[in-house]
T-cell receptor
Framework: KQEVTQIPAALSVPEGENLVLNCSFTDSAIYNLQWFRQDPGKGLTSLLLIQSSQREQTSGRLNASLDKSSGRSTLYIAASQPGDSATYLCAVSTGFQKLVFGTGTRLLVSP | DGGITQSPKYLFRKEGQNVTLSCEQNLNHDAMYWYRQDPGQGLRLIYYSQIVNDFQKGDIAEGYSVSREKKESFPLTVTSAQKNPTAFYLC????????????FGSGTRLTVV
């Protein structure tokens, strides 16, 4: 059974810091991995999608890497801003109908 | 703009009552999904549908029912058999092949009163 773990569960940093969020999964047989952002009481916003054959994806200040063989992904946020404060969720796709989520990292960026 | 619309945003249910959550998408996606989110837990899959008039149970389907009569719509009914329905419900859709990612709606918060 695929399990997804995100570390740390919570993170508090001052504005301007570069930071790394970690995601690990137990079964390397994935199709892709997706990072989402969730603001309190809101739905999920897709940030980055990495196919199993890819090593990384970049969007603006965000960079996500994938090491399928070791079951790890990292989300790198450069020059963090207070507007980045949210919960970040990692999810792996193990088939057309199955998306398995981690429990998320709650990020607070203080001015 | 293409997207997923969930309604209502907040819903209150009395004991023993069935309620229906709406999910509509204009992305022309074949697959649609319902997830439940509880504090401190990851999202859990309730039901999914890969095509009109077909749907399958997810990990926590007991106490829930769905229908898929139109490609754009995938309503979820929370029945009185669901003993702990208070949660945040999220609807998602996905394009036709595994390479595409998922798109989520803004969610419905259901509270039992």
């Amino acid at each position: 059974k695929q399990e997804v773990t995100q570390i740390p569960a919570a993170l508090s940093v001052p504005e301007g810091e570069n930071l790394v969020l970690n995601c690990s999964f137990t079964d390397s047989a994935i199709y892709n991995l997706q990072w989402f952002r969730q603001d309190p009481g809101k739905g999920l916003t897709s940030l980055l999608l990495i196919q199993s054959s890819q090593r990384e994806q970049t969007s603006g200040r965000l960079n996500a890497s994938l090491d399928k063989s070791s079951g790890r992904s990292t989300l790198y946020i450069a020059a963090s801003q207070p507007g980045d404060s949210a919960t970040y969720l990692c999810a792996v796709s193990t088939g057309f109908q199955k998306l398995v989520f981690g429990t998320g990292t709650r990020l607070l960026v203080s001015p | 703009d293409g997207g997923i619309t969930q309604s209502p945003k907040y819903l209150f249910r009395k004991e023993g009552q069935n309620v229906t959550l709406s999910c509509e998408q204009n992305l022309n996606h074949d697959a649609m999904y319902w997830y439940r989110q509880d504090p401190g837990q990851g999202l859990r899959l309730i039901y999914y549908s890969q095509i009109v008039n077909d749907f399958q149970k997810g990990d926590i389907a007991e106490g829930y029912s769905v229908s898929r009569e139109k490609k754009e719509s995938f309503p979820l009914t929370v029945t009185s058999a669901q003993k702990n329905p208070t949660a945040f419900y999220l609807c998602a859709s996905k394009g036709g092949v595994w390479a595409y990612g998922y798109t989520f709606g803004s969610g419905t918060r259901l509270t039992v009163v």
